[in-house]
């Protein structure tokens, strides 16, 4: 998918992360996708907002405008550079997601569960409709997919995963 981006991202600067209006139970899903709404499940994680920059430079901050007091394991951040083809890049993603780490009892550590995309290839792509940044997330995982087609056990419905500790929020219509 090819976005035409409408602004430059060249420099590390804090972005708010797009987030939804109001929260639905799973049991109201079906109700509002019958109304054309995308629904999509939220984990309860700490909102994380994460830069992915040249030379391998790492940004982890929060929805408060805050730095992350968790370090992503290097692994995580290697598989999530390869994910968004931000390997060796000169350029910028940032991605909103989910840490689950410490407000889960008893769930999963280390897990980021990816809802957007909001710069890619230091374009950003806060302009466009969530749909279409969606999509582009879904071609990433689709392309990481075929580069390592092992399988990996998807957490639950509704969640893709790319690692196990990588996930993608799937949406559903």
């Known amino acids: 998918m090819?976005?035409?981006?409408?602004?430059?991202?060249?420099?590390?600067r804090y972005l708010w992360p797009p987030r939804p209006t109001s929260a639905i139970t799973p049991a109201m899903f079906g109700f509002f996708q019958n109304r054309g709404f995308i629904t999509q499940y939220k984990l309860n994680g700490t909102c994380a907002v994460i830069g992915l920059g040249p030379e391998n430079r790492l940004e982890l901050w929060n929805r408060h405008q805050e730095t992350l007091r968790w370090h992503m394991p290097a692994e995580m951040h290697v598989d999530l550079r390869r994910l968004m083809a931000a390997v060796d890049s000169p350029y910028w993603t940032v991605i909103v997601a989910e840490l689950l780490h410490t407000k889960l009892s008893g769930g999963p550590k280390n897990t980021i569960y990816i809802h957007d995309v909001v710069v890619f290839a230091s374009e950003s792509l806060t302009g466009y409709a969530?749909?279409?940044?969606?999509?582009?997330?879904?071609?990433?995982?689709?392309?990481?997919?075929?580069?390592?087609?092992?399988?990996?056990?998807?957490?639950?419905?509704?969640?893709?995963?790319?690692?196990?500790?990588?996930?993608?929020?799937?949406?559903?219509?």
Request: charged residues 25%; proline residues 7%.
């Open 130 to 173: 969530y749909k279409a940044r969606h999509a582009l997330l879904m071609e990433s995982f689709a392309a990481w997919k075929t580069a390592r087609p092992e399988p990996v056990k998807e957490p639950g419905f509704g969640i893709l995963a790319v690692t196990p500790t990588i996930w993608i929020a799937e949406n559903m219509t």
């Open 2 to 12: 090819l976005l035409t981006a409408k602004e430059r991202f060249t420099d590390w």
